[in-house]
């Protein structure tokens, strides 16, 4: 006689025990990470120093968190 298979039972929402942005910010974080030190190394290769790619980045930063710097 055959025997069914269980379903994996899926978790509701709200008992998820992280949250979306739990779960997703160590990715979030490493991928910045990563991105920052391409940048890094193509300013270096290009022959900018590390100290003034580093300030060139945060300025990027900075110029896209004020408010309607994007426009």
């Known amino acids: 006689m055959p025997t069914l298979a269980t379903r ?12 979306a ?6 990715l ?3 991928i910045e990470e990563e991105a920052e030190v391409r940048m890094i190394a193509a ?3 290009a022959g900018w120093s ?5 300030a060139a980045i945060d300025e990027l930063r900075r110029n896209e968190l004020l408010p ?4």
């Open 8 to 19: 994996p039972s899926v978790t509701p929402p709200n008992d998820h025990i992280l949250t």
């Open 21 to 26: 942005q739990e779960a997703l910010e160590p």
């Open 28 to 30: 979030f974080l490493k």
């Open 43 to 45: 300013a270096i290769r």
């Open 50 to 54: 590390a100290e003034d790619a580093v």
């Open 68 to 71: 309607g710097s994007n426009q």
